[in-house]
C-alpha cells in the first residue's frame, strides 16, 4: 500500500513540478530573438540550452544581457532575488558588431522605451549604425537640448531589435 501511495504521490506532483521549472525552450528562444540569430548560425546560440537543468520558473521574464566585451555569450539570468543565471555561448562566426547593419546612421528609428508594465515610443534618429542585437546611441527627435557633458545631447543607448526599431528596457538596465 505505501509503495502505491509513493508512486500516487508522485503522479500528483510531477505536474507541480513541471510548472515550477522554467521552459528551456522558451530561453532558447529568447536567446534567438536577443542575438538575431538561429541556434546554430552564426551569431546564434552555438547549441540548445542542455535539457538537464532544472532552473526554477521566474515571476517575471528573463533577462538577457552581453557577458563581456566580446559578445560571445549571453547572459541570461531570472530577476527574482537571489535566483538563477546562465551563460549561452554564441556559435562562431557573425556576432550583432559584424553583421550586417539593421539601423545605419542618421536613420530615423522608433524609439521603444519599456519596463515592467509599460512601453512608450517616440521618433528618433540613430547616432550610429547597428545589427540586430547591437546597442547604439540615438537621440529622441523630441530631444531637449539637455546634454550629459559629453556633447551627445539627449542621446541614449538603444539595443537595435529589427530595421527602423531600437529599445530601452528600463526594467533589465541600460548598457
Not at 500500500?1 to 529568447?30: E, F, Y
Not at 554564441?90 to 547593419?101: E, H, K, R, S, V
Not at 531589435?161 to 530601452?168: A, D, E, F, I, Q
Request: aromatic share 4%.
Amino acid at each position: 500500500m505505501k509503495a502505491v501511495t509513493a508512486v500516487l504521490a508522485l503522479a500528483v506532483s510531477s505536474p507541480a513540478l513541471a510548472q515550477s521549472v522554467t521552459d528551456l525552450a522558451q530561453i532558447d528562444r529568447a536567446v534567438e530573438s536577443f542575438t538575431g540569430a538561429p541556434i546554430g548560425a552564426p551569431g546564434g546560440a552555438a547549441q540548445p540550452v542542455d535539457r538537464r537543468l532544472h532552473l526554477a520558473r521566474c515571476a517575471a521574464p528573463a533577462a538577457l544581457s552581453w557577458y563581456g566585451s566580446r559578445r560571445d555569450t549571453v547572459l541570461v539570468r531570472c530577476p527574482d532575488p537571489g535566483s538563477w543565471r546562465i551563460f549561452v555561448p554564441l556559435a562562431a562566426g557573425n556576432t550583432p558588431d559584424q553583421a550586417a547593419p539593421a539601423v545605419l546612421r542618421g536613420e530615423n528609428v522608433i524609439i521603444a522605451v519599456s519596463g515592467e508594465g509599460f512601453s512608450v515610443a517616440q521618433a528618433g534618429e540613430a547616432l550610429e549604425p547597428g545589427a540586430v542585437g547591437a546597442w547604439i546611441r540615438v537621440r529622441s527627435a523630441q530631444g531637449n537640448g539637455q546634454g550629459n557633458g559629453q556633447g551627445n545631447a539627449g542621446s541614449m543607448r538603444a539595443r537595435v531589435v529589427r530595421p527602423g526599431l531600437v529599445n530601452v528596457d528600463i526594467g533589465n538596465g541600460l548598457p
